[in-house]
């Protein structure tokens, strides 16, 4: 038997516990970046159905390339929520924010964004 790093079996169970992979104790902001993920994926997913090349897609979005290029990684420290849901409007899609009292099984509120 292969013995996993105490580090990979601890993210497993706060995985398994809370389903967003960024609540680690050492990201405070985990809601904010599992937001800005699931965001940022459905607007790649949406520049890749259109086909859109960097180019085009910083010109439909506003931004230069490197933004793009940045976007496409995954690399969203320079991107706020809001933007992530700017581009989307852009892209001539609607975003619904539904506000609801947390049941009581669950300890604290959570963000969960979903596409439809």
């Given at each position: 038997?292969i013995?996993?790093?105490?580090a990979?079996?601890?993210?497993?169970?706060?995985i398994?516990?809370s389903?967003?992979?960024?609540?680690?104790?050492?990201?405070?902001?985990?809601?904010?970046?599992?937001?800005?993920?699931?965001l940022?994926?459905?607007?790649?997913?949406?520049?890749?159905?259109?086909?859109?090349?960097?180019a085009?897609?910083?010109?439909?979005?506003?931004?230069d390339?490197a933004?793009?290029s940045?976007?496409?990684?995954?690399?969203?420290?320079?991107?706020?929520?809001e933007r992530?849901?700017?581009f989307?409007?852009?892209m001539?899609?609607?975003?619904?924010?539904?506000?609801?009292?947390?049941?009581?099984?669950?300890?604290?509120?959570?963000?969960?964004v979903?596409?439809?």
């Amino acid at each position: 038997m292969i013995k996993k790093p105490e580090a990979l079996i601890e993210l497993e169970t706060v995985i398994h516990d809370s389903g967003n992979m960024f609540a680690v104790p050492d990201f405070d902001d985990a809601d904010e970046r599992q937001t800005k993920r699931r965001l940022a994926h459905t607007i790649n997913q949406i520049l890749e159905a259109g086909r859109h090349s960097q180019a085009s897609a910083a010109n439909l979005l506003r931004v230069d390339q490197a933004k793009i290029s940045a976007l496409q990684h995954y690399k969203l420290e320079g991107f706020t929520v809001e933007r992530l849901m700017s581009f989307l409007t852009a892209m001539d899609r609607d975003i619904e924010i539904s506000i609801r009292r947390k049941p009581q099984t669950r300890p604290i509120g959570m963000i969960r964004v979903s596409a439809a």
